[in-house]
């Protein structure tokens, strides 16, 4: 099944070469406020001359920015990326695909595109980090010493923590799960299109955990509801969204945003539901909710697993020591505003796996990256750095075709627009949709590249 053509409507009254420049001018916003602007300071002037040896351990979205960026940093240093996998992702695509906008191949391309000149890149995955040892160890049995450590090893979906949850029949019996990787995204997809046809009960959901870009499981409920207004067949449909609090978005006034857009479009909204397993056989999602365990029969179904960082840091040392659900799960303590290890100083954290309060978004990597780099080389150069990061991150939020909120927020949940009076980031407009579906993908292979 071929994703459906789709015209996105333009603002009326233009005319296609103002639809083009308006177009072009979405990649030059895109590029500051989509991904976010780099903090000034975090750009830190000149190379420096190093023998230190630098492991990364993750070649996602964080570990190849960071590479790039200490390779444009330093001279001599040894930089060595260690990743098994050869395929690069790009997860922003995944509701795409799922919605049936773009292509499964949209979201693939190869790592080895985006590994930096004179970076090494052992293509196995790490078995073992030891911050003691100032080790890390592949599954091979290598063992790679550094001096200063990155750890951009992303998130794990557990899908094994739902109980009767079977991803070989994603894209089977209205089961779909977009979150697992682009062949997944298509079968929901096609799933999702055959419940447009037919309608009857779709249930969406997010996990109790903290998870990558909390706002995908909202923009695929509202694409949901788009492609059964388009095809006419909404009265057919009854949706259903089970938030795991009592709120819909960390912060309040985008959770009221989204509320009073959820009641207008009639979606059946549960508050306090959390899944913990599913019967595939009678089509039933189970929850967790304050009155005991709540079934619900579904004909689709959008399943996002609970997600934790990777084994790999879990069994680590790394991991937050305190009684907070970031120590469940494994997430690497870091100082929120340097990225930095409090107990191991040589080690950073990027990306997904540090356990910072807001931030798996790739907007957040744009932000950490350069933080993080500049405190590293500072400490290589036995100098100071004063880069900061605040908790910046975005979500461009799809509302329905052609249409898009640009949500930006910082760890006290203020918004933060980057375009103050040009963007406003609680309306639904044409520009935001622009950005989400065109000019971002571009802006963040350039900051794989540290060129963004």
Known sequence: MEPLKTSPP????????????????????????GLGAIPARAQAPGRVQSNARIAIVGAGAAGLSMASRLADRLDGAKITLIDARKRHLYQP???????????QEYPISRTEQYVAPGVDWIQEAAEE?????????????????????????GIHLDYDALE???????????????????????????EMSRFVETGGT????????????????????FLTDDRMRQNGSRDKGHIIYAAHTDNLFSVPIVHEKVRMLFDDRGFDVRYSHVMTGIDLGSKEVHFDTPNGVEK???????????????????DSPLPWQDDSAWARDGWVEVDKHTMRHPRYPEVFAVGDVAGVPKGKTAAS???????????????????DSDAYYDGYTSCPLITQMGRAMLIEF????????SFPGVIAPLEELWITWVMKTIALKPTYIAMLRGEA
């Open 10 to 33: 333009g603002p009326a009254g233009l005319d296609r070469r103002t639809l083009l420049k308006l177009g072009a001018a979405g990649s030059v916003l895109a590029g500051t406020a």
């Open 93 to 103: 695509g995944y509701t795409l695909v799922a919605a049936g906008l773009k292509a």
């Open 129 to 153: 980090i030891d911050p003691d040892a100032k080790k890390v160890v592949t599954d091979s049995g290598q063992e790679v010493a550094y001096d200063y450590l990155v750890v951009a090893a």
């Open 164 to 190: 009767g949850m079977e991803t070989a029949r994603i894209g089977q019996e209205g089961l779909g799960s977009h979150y697992m990787g682009p062949e997944a995204a298509y079968a929901t997809w096609r």
């Open 202 to 221: 779709a249930v969406f959901q997010r996990p109790a955990t903290e998870m990558k870009c909390a706002g995908a499981p909202l923009k695929y409920t």
């Open 296 to 314: 619900i029969k579904y004909d689709f179904v959008n399943v996002i697993p609970p997600m934790r960082a990777a084994k790999v840091v879990r």
């Open 365 to 383: 990597v744009k932000w950490q990256v350069p933080v993080a780099a500049d405190h590293l080389v500072a400490a290589i150069a036995d100098a």
């Open 410 to 417: 910082d760890y006290k949940n203020n918004l933060t627009p």
